[in-house]
T-cell receptor, first 111, second 113 residues
Framework: LAKTTQPISMDSYEGQEVNITCSHNNIATNDYITWYQQFPSQGPRFIIQGYKTKVTNEVASLFIPADRKSSTLSLPRVSLSDTAVYYCLVGGNAGGFKTIFGAGTRLFVKA | EAGVAQSPRYKIIEKRQSVAFWCNPISGHATLYWYQQILGQGPKLLIQFQNNGVVDDSQLPKDRFSAERLKGVDSTLKIQPAKLEDSAVYLC???????????FGPGTRLTVL
């Protein structure tokens, strides 16, 4: 199972773009990369998922280089409400999709 | 569409007592997960079901924890007997298929005294 490494915490200001990078050196060929957001006292919420290159949705972009050993979650123009913990997960369908949450990155957005 | 339902939301018990949690996944979701989240840590997968079969229970403390998913829909997670270190939030999640987006319930906060 691929292990992920993320920064423990990050600070930002409102209106800035935030990039959170996740390392997953042992990613397997059939692994997807998924990011979740978690607010206090709530369950995690799916943000975005990708396999390679770039994926964009209405809330974020996910950049995955060709070697897929890392990925970067990009949050454009963050607001105070984006203060949360962000988790990077790597997993695939070999023997069932196995999900391992790391400690996550605590993002604190300041006014 | 209704989300993942869990009950109870809060539970306080004494060590060595038993407790059970219930989860109702999103209708039609084949995959169901139970996670344990200790304060300040990421969720830890306890067990994953695909329909009513177990895909992964490698991190489930089987001497005290058990889970079932009868008929491939609702699921219950039981702890018997509870220990102080079981104090955590227990999250249930479901997904349409194993590699897809997981939808989480609100969780059950367990306090063991």
């Amino acid at each position: 199972l691929a292990k992920t490494t993320q920064p423990i915490s990050m600070d930002s200001y409102e209106g800035q773009e935030v990039n959170i990078t996740c390392s997953h050196n042992n990613i397997a060929t059939n692994d997807y990369i998924t990011w979740y957001q978690q607010f206090p006292s709530q369950g995690p919420r799916f943000i975005i998922q990708g396999y390679k290159t770039k994926v964009t949705n209405e809330v974020a972009s996910l950049f995955i280089p060709a070697d897929r050993k890392s990925s970067t979650l990009s949050l454009p123009r963050v607001s105070l409400s984006d203060t949360a913990v962000y988790y990077c997960l790597v997993g695939g369908n070999a023997g069932g999709f196995k999900t391992i949450f790391g400690a996550g990155t605590r993002l604190f957005v300041k006014a | 569409e209704a989300g993942v339902a869990q009950s109870p939301r809060y539970k306080i018990i004494e060590k060595r007592q038993s407790v059970a949690f219930w989860c109702n996944p999103i209708s039609g979701h084949a995959t169901l997960y139970w996670y344990q989240q200790i304060l300040g840590q990421g969720p830890k997968l306890l067990i994953q079901f695909q329909n009513n079969g177990v895909v992964d229970d490698s991190q489930l403390p089987k001497d005290r924890f058990s889970a079932e998913r009868l008929k491939g829909v609702d699921s219950t997670l039981k702890i018997q007997p509870a220990k102080l270190e079981d104090s955590a939030v227990y999250l249930c999640a479901s997904s349409a298929w194993a590699a897809n987006e997981q939808f989480f319930g609100p969780g059950t906060r367990l306090t063991v005294l």
